[in-house]
Every structure is written in C-alpha cells, then in structure tokens.
C-alpha cells in the first residue's frame, strides 16, 4: 500500500482555500446584532452600539430593542427574528434574567458566536448560578460559542470590531491582550493609546461560562497578525483545556500572564469576581512551568516582555555581562539579577586581556564592566562588541548614567550595530529622562529594549533566561523506561474496590502498600497479626530485628497515638511493643481502633528519607509532591510539586527543584543514590495516581533512597467519599497516556507488530523511520518534498512525538527487526483535531512495509478512536495521484470529491 494522506507542512489554505474557525465571527464578523440596544445616556446599550458604529468593521449594525423603532438613528428590531440580513455576531447587554431566551432566539435564527457583556450570573449567587446554566444548556443545544457572561467585550483593532463599552478604540498592532477584568482592560487601553501600544486583539473574557484561555490561545496562536500573547488571569477555567493550547503556541509565540489571587486574600477576591475557585498558586506557577508560559508579577512586566521578546533572541543560559559608566547601577542590576536566579558572566582572561588593551587601567576588570563616567560612544561600543564575543556569557546590558562627559544620544548611535548578535539578547537601560530620551528612541527604533532603571533591566533577562530554559525542558527527550513492566492496575483497582465495598475511606498501611507494589514501588514484607502469638511468629518467620506498627482501619499518623516501635530483637521486646501498642492506642483513641499490628523487618536508615505524595488541587485535579521526608517534613518544607503523568525527564526536573537532591547526587563522599531508578519510581506512581482516580491522597514518607535500594518505608492512602459519582472525580489536567489504543496486528507477512499511541521517547525511533522513506512516500504525505535534515530536526519532531493526547492521537507501528533485536516505527498514523467534531487523518507507511496492511489498519484504528472520542466527521486531503490511499479510504467508507483543477482529492467519513 501506499503511503498516506495529510496535508502540506507550509499551509492547506494555498490548496484548498479559506477554512471556517468557529471563534471567526468575534475576529471578523459580516453583521452584528445588539441586544439591548438604548439611546439612555451613559448606557452600556448605548455606548457598545455607538462603539460600533463608530468603526467600521465592513457589516452592519442591527439594534434590537423590543420598545425602539430606531436607536441612534438606525432602525431597530422587536426581535433577532426581525432582522432581515444574516447575523454570525449578537452582543447582549439586557439584564440577565431575559439572557436564557434570547440565546435561544439567536439559535433558531442561525447566530452561533454571542458576547454576553451583562454580569447577574454565578458571581451573583445561586439564582445566577442558575441562570448561567440555562444560558449554557440553550447555547450549546445550538452550538453557539459563548464570550462573558460579566466582560467588557471585544475588541478587534485589524478589523474596526469594537463591541466593547470602553471609551475609546486601541491601535491597531501584533499583541493579542486577553483578561478576565473589564476594568483592567479599559485602564491597559488608556495606557496603550498614550504610549503607543497596538493589539491584534482586545478581549474580556469576564466569567468564561464558555470560550476560555484555551480556545483564543488556540486561535491567537494561528493568527498571522498575533506576535505574542497576554493574559491577565483570575481564574483557570478548564485547565486541561488551557495547558494543551499553551503548550502548543508556546514554542512560537511567547504567552505571558499575570495572575492575580496570589495571597489568600487576593485568591479570595478573584474567586468572588469571577464565581471560580482559583486553585493553589504554587500549583499554578508549576503548571505555567510545564506548559512554556511565562509569568510576571506586574502590570508594566507584561508589556516589557512582550516588547523584549519581540526584538532580541532568548538566552542560551542565565549568564549576564553588564556594562556600565557608574558603579551604583551595576551594582543594583547585579543584585536584582542574583536574587532573580540569574548570574553574572565570568569574564574570561582572553576578553580581559582584549578589553585592557583599550580601557583605561582602571577599570573594572570584572563584571559589572565599568568603563568609567568619561567613557564615550567609541569605547562603549568596542567594549560591548569584544564583550559579546566571551563563550561564558548568554547576555548582555548596557547602563548608562548622563554624566557631564556622557553623550547619550552619540552612545545610542553607536550601539546600533550590536542590535543583533545572534543567539544573545542585548538590553540597555539609560537612566534619567530629558537627556536620555533622544538616546532611547534610538535603540528602541533599532531593536534593543531599554528600561528606565537597570534593576528591572536585569530582571527582565532573568524572565528572558527562565522562559527559555522552560521552552527546552518541555520537549527534551525522555529516556524509555521499564515502568510497565512491574505494573498490575487491576490488582490495584480490586483493593480499592474492595475497601470501598466495605465503607472505607482510609487504606491501611498494609493495603497502602500493597497498591503501591501493584505499581512497581518497593516496600518492606508485611505480615498482619491480631494476637501477640501470631506476631512472634510473623518476627520469626521473617528474622529479627522487626518492626511492629499499629495496624488500624480508622488511625493513619500511628505515632500520634505511640503505634510504632523499632529495632525489635527477640520475641520479649515483639510481646512488650504489641501489648505498649495496643495499650497506647486504647488509651488515646479506644480499643475499637485498634486492629492489630504490622510486622516488618527492621532495616538500618543508611540513606535519605524523601517523600512523594499527591493530593487534588481544585483547578488541575491530582499534582505530585516530591521533597525531603521523614517526620520534619512541614518544617523544613523543601518540596517540589509536578502534574502527573511524568516520564522520566519530568521527574529528574521535578527532583533538581529540591535542596535534597544535591544530597542524593552524592555530597562528601558519599555514593549517589540510584537516581535513574528514582527517576522510573516517580514515573510510576505518577501513572498509579492518573490511573486509580478513586485515590484522593497517596503519601510515601518516608521513601528509604539511597545507593542500594529504594523502598517505601510507610505509606498513607486515601480515596474519596464513597457517595461521590465516578463523573464527578478530579481528571488530571494532562490526559494520559491512552493505552486503551495499543494492540498486537499480525501483518499480510505473517509478522507481528504493536500498534500504540506515539511517546516523547519514541523521537530516535521517528528520525530512523523518517531516514527509510522515499522521496515520493514524503510527497505524498505531505504535499511537497521535504530532505532527510527537515524531516528529522528536533524540533519538528518533538512536536510529532509530544503530542497532548486529549487534542490529537497519533499510533506508531513498532517492529522489532529479528536479525538485530532493535527496535523499530515503521508506520504513523494521526487523527489531528479530536476535541472538536470534526478530525483530520494522515498516515505514512515505511517503503519497505507498503502493502502489508499497515495502512488499512492504521486507519480502521484511527476512525475507531474518532468514534470513542466523540468526532462526528473524519476528513483527509489525499493527493490525485494517490491511487492506493484512496482506494484504502474508499473501502473504510469515505466518500471522495475532487473539484477540477485541483490537486488533491478530499475524502470524508461521518462516523455513526
């Protein structure tokens, strides 16, 4: 068989024309309806129709008033029915008690994009609650897109879209500007048009009933005329949603929030704003982490990096080189970038050499670089051009104070050429105001930011360095692990069920362990005993010393109530410890509390205690904790948390944000522990916590890590209340690794071979496979041709093989070569698009595996994941040449149409 179907990497739309978006008629609407238009001074209704009006976007304006003839001059409607025209935009601004069924009305004639500006929903209470639900319930009957309810509107400055009641209109430029507070929107407008700011778009989003972060970063992200994206947030929303969008536009447009609620009181007010739980910040700003967003922490930080990552490459590293003609001002950028985790470039021997051959003989010779206060333009540019030449730095700031000697304007100039060096940033601050302004508008014009005070200079680089080590440690290439191989889930799910069936809510220590050895996580033997016979020979049969813990079905922190006894060395010390547990459990919690006790083999603690855990965090469902444990552990609160499901470059990040994991590197002597089998432990309890959802807390504390071994030492497991519904459990903000979708195909050969969803470890897999493919099997897929070196980069293909599988699915084909024993993809198959109805498939096939049956499976694959994950329609652009494809797709039931003249042929399944 022939290879596949897809289309072309440059862009469908030169093929096959315009495609519709359903968030298109917020950006570019034909006719616009206003619901509650008014004549009322100072109005909402009047001010959004007037906007409106007042820049032509290329439609008409249709008021719709039931108590009006006209409004402003323009005739008005009783009724959205009544308009005579075709209407893809209403913006509502009547009270909210009328909304639910003018949704309604806007269904029946075809709207289906609403901007609901009124407030009175679910930040009003619960009859608002409730309004917002029927809202909901008629727009998504019709399939209409919901921006609001309780924003500004939007703001379309491209196009002259103003359904916004703001005062005025923005600029038009290439920042889109998304935020949930109306009122911060029309302060950042105010600001904007004085300091001359353009947006691609202007949006409040209010309280996001519907369209939300993921899909207008989804959108902004494919938007020509969108260079970087910025959002003020109080609220998540649909967090899987919004890491998948992030995620993806990330790599190429920089996605920069602020975030309020960041103290209790401030999450408290952004909860009453907006009627959302805002979650746990340090949650939060590991999720922007894992997603590629960079945060900042005010207003003017916003806009600074949007206009810094716009003019200068990010940083290879956090190594800055200052240069400076006053001391002071070093000093203060070099301080505000240690304490930003940023560094200072050590200036290597051969550019102090080169810099003294022209300095004079005092200065610096060090970093800050102080050329002194005499210092003219010549020597400021020689100095930061053999600065920028120095390996050890990643970038570089310019300071300059107007000193009486001190030309700013002449230094600006001479800096000009120096805009761009390649892989490293160049930023200036020049300190003072009429002097320097002239100075300023020169390096602005030609590339290098400039900030009033070298401070925030130098904090901006660390954002700079920061977001870019982000970027490169979300797509490095994990190492394949042998997790699965230890992992029984359904002797894990049984004891659950099994202590749910029983009205439990809390695992013994005993069960605890027992799921978490159903995972491949080490612990200690066990035995159970309920009499101090039984525990005498528990102690025998396992060797002395033991341990004896309190075994409870109701008490979860043993040493609270004296349930642990150690180091135990003879059947006396087993009897004395079970009659001292048992007699100190009745005394402090009664005698019904206790069950027994647990016998373990007593091992020496010659190694680190940390500790790993998870709980539900109200925005992102279930996040992993890792630290240093043992029994001080909210003392010394050294922890580092992370949103499962890890692989094994995940969790090495995840270790080296702690203080103990210099320790467990190995510190005075001591042995490393066994980091790489850290590494796969955290890799499958992170799969144990995404897996069993009826685990609402899991604590490991502490987990013996040192050179020899690994072991979960104690253990704590709780599930959820047994009255919750299963639809009702946290989901993890990250889907899954989806392996449902792997299975065995024997091909028309007689060989055997898997079929699964795609991994980030499978990338030295995909560049061998692409290494095997023909010219004309890559034109085929891909609509043009494409060498061995773009094929094969690493950054095309992580985004093959990192995919977020709640967004698209792709299945490898894995063989393995029984000449060699390596492993090998010879086939990919990819259903592009599957949260929405409609999905789009590709498939390429290895030369030497066509006509096996590969591709045929792959496809009947693909439409059966379609169907399990809600897509009505599969679609594909095959090329007209493609003879064997077509035929493939013919026979899984996709109808084929060609239109005269065109190259491809479109096929199209509806899935029943």
Not at 778 to 789: A, F, K, P, W
């Amino acid at each position: 068989m022939k290879p596949g179907s897809g289309k072309s990497l440059k862009s469908t739309h030169d093929i096959l024309g315009h495609v519709d978006h359903p968030l298109d008629p917020f950006f570019t609407p034909k006719n616009i309806a206003v619901i509650g238009a008014t004549e009322n001074p100072g109005s909402v209704g009047r001010t959004t129709l007037w906007n409106l009006i007042s820049t032509p976007f290329g439609g008409a304006v249709f008021p719709v008033n039931p108590k009006r003839d006209s409004v402003l001059g323009i005739k008005a409607y009783k009724s959205v029915k009544e308009i005579p025209a075709e209407v893809d935009l209403a913006v509502i601004v009547t009270p909210s008690k009328l909304i639910p069924n003018l949704v309604n009305e806007c269904g029946e004639v075809g709207i289906r994009s609403i901007v609901v500006i009124s407030a009175g929903f679910k930040e009003a209470g619960p009859e608002g609650k409730e309004l917002e639900r029927q809202l909901l319930e008629n727009a998504r009957k019709w399939g209409i897109r919901i921006i609001g309810p309780n924003c500004l509107g939007v703001m379309i400055p491209p196009s002259g879209v103003n359904a916004t009641f703001a005062a005025g209109m923005a600029r038009s430029g290439n920042v889109g500007f998304l935020s949930q507070s109306g009122a911060l929107c029309t302060a950042v407008l105010d600001w904007s048009l004085r300091e001359n700011v353009g947006f691609s778009a202007f949006m409040s989003l209010g309280s996001m009933s519907d369209v939300g972060w993921g899909d207008l970063i989804n959108y902004l992200g494919n938007d020509p005329k969108t260079r970087s994206i910025l959002v003020y947030m109080e609220s998540v929303g649909d967090a899987r949603s919004f890491l998948s969008a992030a995620r993806e536009v990330a790599l190429t447009k920089p996605i920069i929030i602020i975030k309020a609620g960041r103290t209790a009181a401030g999450s408290k007010a952004a909860a009453s704003h907006t009627g959302s739980m805002t979650g746990s910040d340090d949650v939060l700003d590991m999720a922007f982490q894992r997603s590629g967003v960079l945060r900042v922490t005010n207003i003017a930080d916003l806009f600074y990096m949007a206009e810094v990552l716009a003019k200068q490459p990010r940083p290879k590293g956090p190594r800055l080189t200052i240069l400076t003609n006053a001391g002071g001002p070093g000093v203060l950028a070099a301080d505000s970038l240690l304490l930003g985790g940023g560094e200072l470039a050590e200036i290597s021997e051969a550019t102090i050499a080169e810099l003294n051959t022209f300095l004079p003989p005092s200065w610096s010779h060090g970093n800050p670089v102080d050329v002194l206060g005499d210092a003219e333009a010549d020597r400021y540019a020689k100095t930061l051009e053999i600065a920028a030449k120095d390996p050890n730095s990643d970038g570089l700031l310019v300071i300059l104070t107007p000193q009486a000697m001190t030309d700013a304007t002449q230094t600006a100039q001479a800096l000009k050429p120096y805009a761009k060096l390649g892989d490293k940033p160049v930023i200036a601050s020049w300190m003072g105001g009429v002097d320097v302004a002239a100075g300023e508008q020169i390096l602005n014009q030609c590339g290098i930011p400039t900030f009033p005070y070298p401070d925030t200079a130098a904090r901006m680089f660390n954002y700079m360095w920061s977001y870019a080590s982000n970027l490169k440690s979300l797509y490095e290439t994990p190492s394949y692990g042998k997790a699965d191989d230890n992992i029984d889930a359904a002797r894990a799910q049984a004891l659950i069920e099994k202590v749910r069936a029983e009205g439990r809510t809390i695992l013994t220590e005993y069960e605890s362990k027992e799921v978490l050895a159903s995972y491949g996580i080490p612990t200690l033997p066990s035995r159970i005993a309920s009499t101090e016979d039984q525990a005498v020979d528990a102690a025998i049969s396992m060797g002395y010393p033991v341990v004896l813990k309190l075994h409870s079905l109701t008490i979860t922190h043993k040493t609270d109530v004296g349930g642990v006894q150690l180091n135990l060395k003879d059947e006396d010390a087993v009897r004395n410890a079970f009659r001292l547990i048992r007699d100190s459990c009745t005394a402090k919690a009664g005698l019904e509390h206790f069950n027994g006790v647990n016998i373990q083999p007593f091992i020496k603690l010659d190694g680190y205690e940390v500790i790993l855990g998870s709980s539900i965090d109200v925005q992102f469902g279930p996040v992993l904790l890792f630290g240093m444990g043992g029994q001080l552990v909210e003392v010394f609160k050294d922890r580092a948390l992370a949103l499962p499901p890890l692989n094994s470059t995940l969790a090495r990040r995840m270790m080296e944000k702690t203080k103990i994991y210099t320790a467990l590197k190995g510190v005075r002597g001591r042995a490393p522990v066994d980091l790489a089998g850290l590494e796969q432990l955290l890799v499958c309890f992170s799969r144990l916590v995404v897996e069993q959802r009826w685990i609402k807390e899991i604590d490991i504390n502490p987990l013996l890590a040192s050179p020899e071994r690994l072991v979960a030492l104690d253990a704590r497991v709780v599930l959820h209340d047994p009255d919750t519904k299963e639809s009702d459990l946290p989901r993890p903000a990250i889907r899954r690794y989806p392996v449902q979708y792997a299975g065995e195909f024997t091909t028309r050969g007689g060989e055997t071979v898997e079929i699964r969803p795609i991994r980030p470890e499978d990338e030295p897999m995909m560049v061998k496979f692409h290494e095997t493919l023909s010219e004309r099997t890559v034109y085929q897929r891909y609509l043009q041709l494409l060498n061995v070196n773009q094929r094969t980069g690493h950054e095309r293909l992580t985004r093959i093989c990192f995919i977020d599988y709640a967004e698209q699915m792709a299945l490898a084909v894995e063989r393995t070569d029984p000449a060699t024993g390596e492993r090998q993809i010879v086939g990919v198959g990819r259903l592009q698009g599957i949260r929405a109805a409609e999905a789009e498939f590709s498939i390429v096939v290895s030369d030497e595996f066509q006509k096996q049956g590969l591709g045929t499976e792959l496809l009947n694959r693909l439409i059966d994941v379609g169907r399990k994950e809600g897509v009505k329609v599969i679609t594909a652009d095959i090329l007209a040449d493609n003879s064997a494809m077509q035929k493939v797709s013919e026979k899984a039931g996709f109808q084929l149409t060609r239109d005269l003249g065109e190259p491809v042929v479109s096929a199209r399944l509806e899935i029943v």
